[in-house]
């Protein structure tokens, strides 16, 4: 019942990497194209920047709230997710911080290179504490 119950839940969260997938790569051009829209509807009065700010903020909102709201079943798989995205971040970070000649480019590859590695490492960190929960307690 258990693996039946484990297999249901990857199951889900294979849906919704695969939606959120498929999310990530038309919103660029969501944005850009509701940006220009509203650019136009406003008559000039919106700068499309303003309007894909907004939604940068709205994004953030809306994934505090789905992280939040994800069930521990769901938490390890979800950490291993983050952390391979994290990964592909420090690569993007390193070849930042390795390849411009801008200083600006290479203090936030810097940054991000920060930033990513703690998310890896507390990432890790948390799963080791939600699998040992699983463990059996010796006596």
Do not use: C
């Not at 959120?20 to 944005?31: I, L, N, R, Y």
Request: hydrophobic content about 55%.
């Amino acid at each position: 019942m258990a693996n039946e119950v484990m297999n249901r839940a990857l199951e889900g969260l294979d849906r919704a990497v695969e939606a959120v997938k498929q999310a990530a790569e038309q919103a660029p051009a969501v944005a850009d194209a509701a940006g220009k829209a509203v650019h136009g509807l406003s008559g000039g009065a919106i700068d499309p920047f303003v309007f894909q700010l907004a939604i940068f903020v709205l994004s953030i909102f809306v994934g505090y709230y789905v992280v939040w709201s994800v069930t521990p079943a769901l938490h390890t798989p979800l950490m291993a997710v983050t952390n391979a995205i994290s990964s592909v971040i420090v690569v993007g970070a390193l070849l930042a911080v390795g390849i411009s000649a801008s200083g600006i480019a290479t203090g936030f590859g810097f940054v991000a290179l920060v930033l990513a590695s703690v998310n890896i490492f507390g990432g890790f960190l948390v799963t080791q504490r939600m699998l040992a929960m699983y463990k059996k307690k010796e006596k």
